[in-house]
């Protein structure tokens, strides 16, 4: 079936430090990924829209010069927090499809901690 | 993009069939209905998806009523790993839509 990988699965970092964080599709090719977040017992929250080949769309309320998203190949989209603060320490999922009328699929995440 | 509304959290013992329920009143006619599990510190993690009436997997079943404004997903002989978030999603398998998520609900299995 349709996998996703993130890397890495968790990353500890100073304040004003930025992280990258990618996301694979390792069978499949997804000209769309998209990126979550979800702080403790809450739900996901949807981030931003990677379209490959082209800038990100990005959710009412996050900052795309903070949260910057590559989409280069079909199988690849990187989300790089810049200059990282603790208030960005969370839990960071991107998910793919790879055909029409077929589930989503997600990575295993990544876990941010800013110190 | 559709709401959709479920129980907070449940509680089963193991070896019982749980059945969470889940309302969409305003599902579109092109919505699919997915369920996918999440467990701490992994993401989501597919269960089944159906349109209408009944679609039944290795995992689990999913009843669709006929108006689709609810779904049921329903767990057979719950085991303790069952334990975990079950959220249900509405919206088009299109590729490009984003999936919004409910709170889910949280499973208890209990021994």
């Known amino acids: 079936g349709a996998v996703v990988s993130q890397h890495p699965s968790w990353v500890i970092c100073k304040s004003g430090t930025s992280v990258k964080i990618e996301c694979r599709s390792l069978?499949?090719?997804?000209?769309?990924m998209f990126w979550y977040r979800q702080f403790p017992k809450q739900s996901l929250m949807l981030m931003a829209t990677?379209?490959?080949?082209?800038?990100?769309?990005?959710e009412q309320g996050v900052e795309k010069d903070k949260f910057l998203i590559n989409h280069a190949s079909l199988t690849l989209s990187t989300l790089t927090v810049t200059s990282a603060h603790p208030e960005d320490s969370s839990f960071y999922i991107c998910?793919?499809?790879?055909?029409?009328?077929?589930?989503?699929?997600f990575g295993d995440g990544t876990r941010l901690s800013i110190l | 993009l559709a709401k959709t509304t479920q129980p907070i959290s449940m509680d089963s013992y193991e070896g019982q069939e749980v059945n969470i329920t889940c309302s969409h009143n305003?599902?579109?006619?092109?919505?699919?209905i997915t369920w996918y599990q999440q467990f701490p510190s992994q993401g989501p993690r597919f269960i089944i998806q159906?349109?209408?009436t009944k679609v039944t997997n290795e995992v689990a079943s999913l009843f669709i009523p006929a108006d689709r404004k609810s779904s049921t997903l329903s767990l057979p002989r719950v085991s303790l790993s069952d334990t975990a978030v079950y959220y249900c999603?509405?919206?088009?398998?299109?590729?490009?839509?984003?999936?919004?998520f409910g709170k889910g609900t949280r499973l208890s299995v209990i021994a």
């Open positions: 998910s793919a499809q790879d055909t029409f009328n077929q589930p989503q699929h």
């Open positions: 069978d499949f090719q997804a000209t769309t």
């Open positions: 990677s379209n490959e080949g082209s800038k990100a769309t990005y």
């Open positions: 305003n599902i579109a006619t092109n919505d699919y």
């Open positions: 159906g349109y209408k």
């Open positions: 999603l509405v919206g088009r398998n299109s590729g490009n839509t984003p999936l919004v």
